[in-house]
Nanobody, 124 residues
Framework: QLELLESGGGLVQAGGSLRLSCTVS????????MGWFRQAPGNEREFVAV????????RYRESVKGRFTISRDNAKHTVYLQMNSLKPEDTAVYYC?????????????????WGQGTQVTVSS
């Protein structure tokens, strides 16, 4: 059983940066793939980024490549999402999630555990 808690969201101007953190409780954290998803009002939840169990393999949705960086610190049981050059279209609630697939996944149905979400708002 894992519990996930996100932090770091907020209001930022276009072009600015935010770093989201996700702290995970549970002894098996290091065996899980970890992902970030987001959901804007009226839209379905969409994949943003994923990191494998060891942190040496990452994948991103096309629209955030080169701007967002996902990383993890297994000793601290924490996953990060560094977001640079933010755009108004990045505005959404951002969710951290854990999948038993150690290589990670890009679809919501492969994730067993979810955080409560943190709001990111980018003003133009």
């Amino acid at each position: 059983q894992l519990e996930l808690l996100e932090s770091g969201g907020g209001l930022v101007q276009a072009g600015g940066s935010l770093r989201l953190s996700c702290t995970v409780s549970g002894r098996t954290f290091s065996s899980y793939g970890m992902g970030w998803f987001r959901q804007a009002p009226g839209n379905e939840r969409e994949f943003v980024a994923v990191v494998n169990w060891s942190g040496d393999n990452t994948r991103y949705r096309e629209s955030v490549k080169g701007r967002f960086t996902i990383s993890r610190d297994n000793a601290k049981h924490t996953v990060y999402l560094q977001m640079n050059s933010l755009k108004p279209e990045d505005t959404a609630v951002y969710y951290c999630a854990a999948t038993p697939n150690p290589y990670g996944a890009t679809t919501t149905d492969e994730y067993d555990y979810w955080g409560q979400g943190t709001q990111v708002t980018v003003s133009s």
